[in-house]
């Protein structure tokens, strides 16, 4: 296409918004997590999946060699199937928690069932991505302190870590805002005008129970001050600043104190330095 004709087609491209979208173009509120968009039934996205999104699809590259804590069944462990290594610490064992019947076994990846925190079947200076979700909020304070002590030598420098942790108060702050952020709010838009209060709202609440394995709220409210008496499946409280600041006294940069993926949960994102 000639200079001149591309150069009117694109000013034919610039005029053809003129008088659109009097006021100005608005698809969403990028910065509300539950803000209704002309995507409709196809804008929002599990909490898991922006997860991924956020802390592993960025980072984790084909010669990436990544240490996981805590793989349970191997959910997040099929996001790393493509890194160069994959090492994973439990404190099941495989057998117990089925891991290769899910993941499929392959010589690149290595379980460890783990007895203490020493990490000593690691070799030092070897991993250049760490990645836990849902298990560092089952681990008490000091517990977590033990761990990322000895995970340190065995980091390469400039690593990326992305840690899910328990933070009692961003957990109760959003069980208060769940009005806000609950996604029945989004989906009764969806449910048909001709219903009103009660019968909508139950409409809505039996539409959430197909699409979702189980519908769960608190029972009661975790305090800060509580024991760290150990029990099964317990949350522990860590804290985003206590943490933070127990990384940084390690040898480690805060890149992120909560990449901001999950309402209820701090997901600190940090380097090995």
Not at 35 to 44: A, C, D, E, I
Not at 50 to 68: N, R
Not at 92 to 117: C, K, M, T
Not at 200 to 219: F, V
């Amino acid at each position: 296409m000639a200079n001149t004709q591309l150069a009117e087609r694109l000013r034919k491209v610039l005029a053809s918004f003129e008088g659109l979208w009097e006021g100005g173009y608005c698809e969403g509120d990028p910065l509300d997590p539950m803000s209704r968009s002309t995507y409709g039934v196809l804008g929002y996205m599990s909490v898991l999946h922006v997860v991924y999104l956020t802390c592993i699809k960025p980072y984790v590259t084909d010669d990436s060699i990544v240490l996981e804590i805590g793989p349970g069944r191997g959910a997040w462990t099929k996001a790393f199937l493509h890194a160069k290594e994959v090492w994973c610490l439990d404190a099941l064992s495989a057998e117990h928690n089925r891991f290769w019947d899910y993941v499929g076994r392959a010589p690149h990846i290595r379980y460890f069932q783990v007895s203490d925190f020493s990490c000593s079947m690691l070799p030092e200076n070897k991993f250049d991505y760490l990645f836990s979700y849902g298990t560092f909020c089952h681990i008490p304070f000091e517990g977590i302190t033990e761990y990322m002590k000895n995970l340190h030598p065995k980091m390469k420098t400039g690593a990326h870590c992305f840690v899910m942790l328990a933070d009692y108060e961003k957990y109760n702050s959003a069980w208060d805002n769940g009005h806000k952020l609950n996604i029945i709010n989004a989906i009764e838009a969806i449910v048909p005008k001709i219903y009103y209060g009660p019968v909508r709202r139950a409409l809505t609440t039996a539409i959430m129970a197909i699409l979702m394995d189980r519908n769960y709220a608190p029972k009661t409210r975790p305090n800060i001050n509580e024991d760290n008496e150990p029990l099964p499946g317990r949350l522990y409280h860590a804290g985003i600043e206590r943490t933070c600041n127990m990384l940084k006294g390690l040898g480690y940069e805060i890149v992120d104190p909560d990449v901001g993926a999950v309402h209820r949960d701090p997901i600190i994102h940090f380097v090995k330095t």
